[in-house]
Structures are given as structure tokens and as C-alpha cells.
């Protein structure tokens, strides 16, 4: 079974630039989650949608972050403008949802970021 | 809203030495715990699930406990070896929502 695909795996960009990450998911997983890690720290939730639906985006900076998830598969997210403390990195996982509720959750490789 | 805690921070033990890491959580209403391992500059991968409904879980020389009431869980890894050097992280799902995460406890086994 392939599991969760992200790309980049690395990207150096100057600050006020912007940047994309995409994640594939695994097969048949409705759930996708996008986190950041900081370094140091443990990941700490972005966004998470249901099929192409937004279930949690309160820890989203909306003025300069924003994801997307159309047709319910790939997802990408987006950086605009990128600050300095944006550097971290970007981890996607998907889970299959039983009854409704959350189940083992499944982490791509990541995407580091670094905002010079 | 839920916290997660992991002690100690970091950890350095001789090799073959048994070992424990702590994870504690403030919200007991959980659906499940999951125990990560995270290598450097790698993603999560996935090590142990613990339903809310279940004490423990075991894999190999990794075993996990889960005491849903105090809050409390417990990574025990047997006879230690260098290649289990890494940062374990503890995480909650509460329903529907998203793993919440503890900071991680990094482990150094040396040779």
C-alpha cells in the first residue's frame, strides 16, 4: 500500500515570497490533515478536511494561509506571503474514518521549509 | 481544549537498557492515542494505536499503555538498541477532531 506523498521535501524561499506543498493521500482516505512542525516542538494542527469539506481550520493564519482540497484526494497548501517564522516543517497525514470518527492516522515524509 | 505532555523531554540511556516514556493528557474523553516515532529530518511513523476502549498494545519489543481516567500513557521499550534513537511523540485524537500532540521525548541510546 503507497502511502502519504508530499513534494516538495525541501524548499528555501525569501521572505514576502510565496510557496505551494502538495499531498497526496492514501488511497481511500477521506480524512487529510495538514500540520506544522516547528522545530523542537510537536506538530501542531493547520487544517483538516472531510472528503473536499473543511472539518478544522482554526489554527489557520487565513490572511496568508490557505489550503485547498479538490475532489476530495490531492490537497495543496498555500504560504502568501511567507514571513520568517513560517520555517518549519509541513507534514500531511490522512486517516479512514470509522463511524464517523477518526482512526490511526498515516504521515508523509514532510516539507521543510526555510524563509531567509 | 486538550494538552498533552510528555516527560521527560529527552532521554540518554546505555545500550540494552528497558525504558519508560510518559504522555499525559488534560481532556479524558479520547477516542484513541497513538505513539509516533519521528527520525531527523523524517516524517511520523506510526508506531502503536491504543483505542479509548483498550489498556494496552504491543509490537515487538514496543509496549503501550493507556489509562484513560488518570490521563495517562505509557511507551515501554525492552532492551534498547541505537537504532531506536529518535524523538517519540504521544498524540490524542478526541473524536472527530485531529491528533493533538505532546512536544516529544528525544531518545539517545548509546552504543
Known amino acids: 500500500e503507497a502511502g502519504v506523498a508530499q513534494s516538495p521535501r525541501y524548499k528555501i524561499i525569501e521572505k514576502r515570497q510565496s510557496v505551494a506543498f502538495w499531498c497526496n493521500p492514501i488511497s481511500g482516505h477521506a480524512t487529510l490533515y495538514w500540520y506544522q512542525q516547528i522545530l523542537g516542538q510537536g506538530p501542531k494542527l493547520l487544517i483538516q478536511?472531510?472528503?473536499?469539506?473543511?472539518?478544522?481550520d482554526s489554527q489557520l493564519p487565513k490572511d496568508r494561509f490557505s489550503a485547498e482540497r479538490l475532489k476530495g484526494v490531492d490537497s495543496t497548501l498555500k504560504i502568501q506571503p511567507a514571513k520568517l517564522e513560517d520555517s518549519a516543517v509541513y507534514l500531511c497525514?490522512?486517516?479512514?474514518?470509522?463511524?464517523?470518527?477518526?482512526?490511526?492516522?498515516?504521515f508523509g515524509q514532510g516539507t521543510r521549509l526555510t524563509v531567509v | 481544549k486538550q494538552e498533552v505532555t510528555q516527560i521527560p523531554a529527552a532521554l540518554s540511556v546505555p545500550e540494552g537498557e528497558n525504558l519508560v516514556l510518559n504522555c499525559s493528557f488534560t481532556?479524558?474523553?479520547?477516542?484513541?492515542l497513538q505513539w509516533f516515532r519521528q527520525d531527523p529530518g523524517k516524517g511520523l511513523t506510526s508506531l502503536l494505536l491504543?483505542?479509548?476502549?483498550?489498556r494496552e498494545q504491543t509490537s515487538g519489543r514496543l509496549n503501550a499503555s493507556l489509562d484513560k481516567s488518570s490521563g495517562r500513557s505509557t511507551l515501554y521499550i525492552a532492551a534498547s538498541q541505537p537504532g531506536d534513537s529518535a524523538t517519540y511523540l504521544c498524540?490524542?485524537?478526541?473524536?472527530?477532531?485531529?491528533?493533538?500532540f505532546g512536544s516529544g521525548t528525544r531518545l539517545q541510546v548509546q552504543p
Open positions: 481532556d479524558s474523553a479520547i477516542y484513541n
Open positions: 498524540a490524542v485524537h478526541t473524536g472527530r477532531r485531529a491528533l493533538t
Open positions: 478536511f472531510q472528503n473536499n469539506g473543511v472539518v478544522d
Open positions: 491504543i483505542q479509548s476502549s483498550q
Open positions: 497525514a490522512s486517516s479512514y474514518p470509522q463511524g464517523g470518527m477518526s482512526t490511526e492516522a498515516f
